[in-house]
């Protein structure tokens, strides 16, 4: 399917560069567990991408000037999409975001993720300021939700905010897992986990707006109480 693609985006001179994914097990280079053929040899997907351009997995040579070129005519084309993506992001009650390490060519960034769930808008950027998030979520409505990580960038930002599930469920095992963790701490990590198995059920069955308001009282109190322990 790349290779489909990269034909197509050589033909009407769009510039390409691909992502790609494998498991990654050590993530810095050592294990080899993530390498990829490309053209004339391996790559590490964790160190010399997950970015490659053309030219590196299928031997296609782009100038740096017909790049330019290309970047300017896909951004007259594709630029008031990608503006209509970001509006659709901002306007949407509740939204997710996510920042991750990220390399092209060898160059050390961070990969922006901005999703809601029918959008997706990605940038780019040398930073991991809270400034990126701030930019990107401006003109959200105070009582929007957004979905994160518990990184600090994002704490700032004038809307309401909850933390995902994984990192969650993550933190309370780690907590559970500790030495001298207390009982209590031990009953919220299986106490999450059940309320996370319970939601999802919930959320697999057809949409009833009468019982999702009962669950959604349910649990909110279920939540209040976890909160008022003493851990
Ligand atoms: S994950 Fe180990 S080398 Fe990439």
């Given amino acids: 399917m790349l290779k489909a693609i990269s034909g197509l985006a050589k ?24 390498a990829v053929k490309i053209r004339g040899g391996y790559k590490l997907v964790c160190k010399d991408g997950p970015v490659f351009n053309l030219k590196e997995i299928f031997g296609i040579k782009i100038s740096k000037g017909t790049l330019v070129d290309m970047l300017h005519r896909t951004r007259k084309y594709l630029g008031r999409e990608y503006e209509a ?27 922006w993720g901005f999703f809601t769930e029918q959008d ?12 990126i998030a701030k930019e990107t979520l401006e003109g959200s409505h105070e009582n929007d939700v957004l979905v994160r990580d518990d990184y600090a960038g994002y704490k700032n930002l004038p809307m309401k905010q909850q933390s995902c ?27 999450l986990k059940t309320m996370f198995e319970e939601l999802n059920k919930i959320l697999e069955m057809p949409f009833e707006k009468k019982e999702r308001q009962k669950y959604y009282v349910k649990y909110e109190n279920d939540i209040k109480k976890i909160t008022l322990i003493n851990y």
Wanted: glycine content about 8%; some cysteine; overall charge positive.
């Fill in 11 to 34: 033909k009407h001179r769009i510039p390409c560069q691909v992502s790609l994914e494998e498991y990654i097990a050590c993530g810095i280079g050592t294990c080899l567990g993530c």
């Fill in 165 to 191: 599930w994984a990192h969650l469920l993550r933190k309370s095992h780690e907590a559970a897992e500790e030495k001298n963790a207390s009982k209590e701490m031990k009953n919220l990590h299986e106490n």
């Fill in 85 to 111: 993506i970001l509006e659709r992001i901002r306007s949407s009650p509740v939204k997710f975001a996510d920042e991750t390490g990220h390399r092209t060519n060898g160059q050390n960034g961070y990969a």
């Fill in 120 to 131: 997706a808008y990605y940038r780019i950027e040398e930073s991991r300021g809270g400034i």
